[in-house]
């Protein structure tokens, strides 16, 4: 059992910064793989970006490439994600999410693969 806290998120103006933290309980935090998704209003949740579990791998989704950046500290059971040049369409809540799955990070990119998921916390990008 993994449970997940996000925090971090709040009100950035367009061109600003943000740091996400995902704390999680559990000592099996580091044999998981990590994701972040979003989803703002009336909108399906959509993939961010993903870690391996011992961070050797990332993948992002297109409209973050080159803007955000995911890490891991498996020592403080904590997963970040630094997003920078922020857009109004970056305003969404972001959610954390655990995956057992072992193989290519890249089908990571699916929600079906994760078995935890925190509360989220909100982005709003003003502009």
């Known amino acids: 059992q993994v449970q997940l806290v996000e925090s971090g998120g709040g009100l950035v103006q367009a061109g600003g910064s943000l740091k996400l933290s995902c704390a999680a309980s559990g000592r099996t935090f580091s044999s998981y793989a990590m994701g972040w998704f979003r989803q703002a209003p009336g909108k399906e949740r959509e993939f961010v970006a993903a870690i391996s579990w011992s961070g050797s791998s990332t993948y992002y989704a297109d409209s973050v490439k080159g803007r955000f950046t995911i890490s891991r500290d498996n020592a403080k059971n904590t997963v970040l994600l630094l997003m920078g040049s922020l857009k109004p369409d970056d305003t969404a809540v972001y959610y954390c999410?655990?995956?057992?799955?072992?193989?290519?990070?890249?089908?990571?990119?699916?929600?079906?693969?994760?078995?935890?998921w925190g509360q989220g916390t909100q982005v709003t990008v003003s502009s």
């Open positions: 999410a655990a995956s057992a799955h072992t193989g290519p990070i890249v089908f990571n990119k699916q929600r079906e693969m994760y078995d935890y």
